[in-house]
């Protein structure tokens, strides 16, 4: 019984801290996770509205999509405000006011709203384009900038963008500066601090460690699930796993069908089936031989070498002009052989 009251008595001073912190020192937290969760809610609207009808996730859904995908932001803002609460934990208690002070809160304030904003736009322009959140895709657009980067600025707006983003953050930090940016900063001791700060980190660790991005993703329709899910969360998922369901993004046939016509393709009379045909296509070419009946014409002169390369632009080539030496053995087959200047692709910019 006394080990019951004691753990009642700890909930409640928990409890008291939390509530104590966000009507005072902490309460800026309250405001910022209000703005995102409002942002997020706008461009799942949009998502549905701009992209979803047409893949048949009604109105109807769009009701459930929405509180889903409220719970789902709510379980990101533990770990995406626990930097905001750690430096609200380090700043000193001050008697009197600190101009400097909340000239730093309003730069942190507006540079996070204008993350928001942003990240919100990027969303909106890759679900355009490939239905999805953010993804393994959107992964490889950051460690690999160099052209993705030149793509994206010549193919969007993005300086308007910017522009309007910066607008729409000042808009935001004038409607919600005073719930933002405190005159004084409430008192309150280092160890109710440092006890915060705890149930913060605690909180985001049982968030990360129960839930995964998937967690509510009850649709049969892809689609509905990803407008339901976080961008954040997704982003940081294929960060971690560094996997992209295949079957998911492209279209498939079945396997067996598959092989079946690789191998009515790929065996022809100058090849044989090599072991675990069935499974890897892998073939045997016998040189020219007389008297090999089929095969004696066998796999024949070669002098032909198809090199492909992703992300091989022409201005690492030296052969192209390029004066780093980075491509040493590809400018070496250059002057050996044929090399093209002008090529043209019939797929996408990327």
């Given at each position: 019984?006394?080990?019951?009251?004691?753990?009642?008595?700890?909930?409640?001073?928990?409890?008291?801290?939390?509530?104590?912190?966000?009507?005072?020192?902490?309460?800026?937290?309250?405001?910022?996770?209000?703005?995102?969760?409002?942002?997020?809610?706008?461009?799942?609207?949009?998502?549905?509205?701009?992209?979803?009808?047409?893949?048949?996730?009604?109105?109807?859904?769009?009701?459930?999509?929405?509180?889903?995908?409220?719970?789902?932001?709510?379980?990101?803002?533990?770990?995406?405000?626990?930097?905001?609460?750690?430096?609200?934990?380090?700043?000193?208690?001050?008697?009197?006011?600190?101009?400097?002070?909340?000239?730093?809160?309003?730069?942190?304030?507006?540079?996070?709203?204008?993350?928001?904003?942003?990240?919100?736009?990027?969303?909106?322009?890759?679900?355009?384009?490939?239905?999805?959140?953010?993804?393994?895709?959107?992964?490889?657009?950051?460690?690999?900038?160099?052209?993705?980067?030149?793509?994206?600025?010549?193919?969007?707006?993005?300086l308007w963008l910017l522009l309007a983003t910066a607008l729409l953050t000042i808009i935001i930090q004038a409607i919600f500066d005073r719930r933002l940016i405190r005159r004084r900063l409430p008192a309150m001791p280092f160890?109710?601090?440092?006890?915060?700060?705890?149930?913060?980190?605690?909180?985001?660790?049982?968030?990360?460690?129960?839930?995964?991005?998937?967690?509510?993703?009850?649709?049969?329709?892809?689609?509905?699930?990803?407008?339901?899910?976080?961008?954040?969360?997704?982003?940081?998922?294929?960060?971690?796993?560094?996997?992209?369901?295949?079957?998911?993004?492209?279209?498939?046939?079945?396997?067996?069908?598959?092989?079946?016509?690789?191998?009515?393709?790929?065996?022809?009379?100058?090849?044989?089936?090599?072991?675990?045909?069935?499974?890897?296509?892998?073939?045997?070419?016998?040189?020219?031989?007389?008297?090999?009946?089929?095969?004696?014409?066998?796999?024949?002169?070669?002098?032909?070498?198809?090199?492909?390369?992703?992300?091989?632009?022409?201005?690492?080539?030296?052969?192209?002009?390029d004066k780093r030496g980075l491509t040493p053995n590809f400018d070496r087959l250059a002057k050996q052989g044929l090399l093209f200047t002008n090529a043209y692709a019939s797929g996408t910019r990327t």
């Amino acid at each position: 019984m006394l080990l019951k009251k004691e753990k009642i008595k700890m909930s409640a001073a928990e409890s008291n801290i939390i509530r104590s912190g966000l009507k005072g020192r902490y309460r800026p937290l309250l405001t910022m996770g209000a703005v995102y969760l409002l942002l997020s809610f706008v461009l799942r609207i949009v998502l549905w509205a701009a992209m979803g009808r047409n893949f048949q996730v009604s109105a109807a859904q769009e009701f459930i999509i929405l509180g889903l995908g409220v719970v789902n932001d709510l379980l990101v803002l533990p770990p995406l405000l626990l930097f905001f609460t750690l430096i609200l934990t380090l700043l000193p208690n001050l008697k009197g006011e600190s101009m400097f002070r909340r000239l730093w809160a309003r730069f942190f304030s507006m540079a996070a709203i204008f993350g928001f904003i942003y990240l919100s736009i990027a969303e909106f322009f890759f679900f355009a384009e490939f239905n999805a959140r953010f993804n393994l895709v959107a992964v490889d657009y950051l460690i690999y900038p160099n052209e993705v980067f030149v793509n994206i600025w010549e193919t969007y707006h993005v300086l308007w963008l910017l522009l309007a983003t910066a607008l729409l953050t000042i808009i935001i930090q004038a409607i919600f500066d005073r719930r933002l940016i405190r005159r004084r900063l409430p008192a309150m001791p280092f160890k109710r601090r440092l006890l915060f700060l705890g149930i913060h980190i605690l909180l985001t660790i049982f968030c990360l460690s129960l839930f995964s991005t998937d967690s509510l993703a009850i649709f049969k329709n892809r689609v509905a699930n990803e407008i339901t899910a976080n961008g954040i969360s997704s982003f940081f998922r294929a960060l971690h796993t560094n996997e992209l369901n295949f079957k998911q993004y492209y279209r498939t046939i079945d396997d067996k069908r598959a092989f079946t016509i690789m191998r009515r393709q790929l065996c022809t009379s100058d090849s044989l089936a090599a072991k675990g045909f069935n499974e890897n296509l892998n073939r045997t070419f016998p040189a020219p031989v007389k008297g090999l009946g089929k095969l004696k014409k066998g796999l024949g002169k070669l002098n032909i070498v198809a090199v492909v390369e992703e992300s091989f632009g022409a201005q690492f080539v030296g052969a192209y002009g390029d004066k780093r030496g980075l491509t040493p053995n590809f400018d070496r087959l250059a002057k050996q052989g044929l090399l093209f200047t002008n090529a043209y692709a019939s797929g996408t910019r990327t």
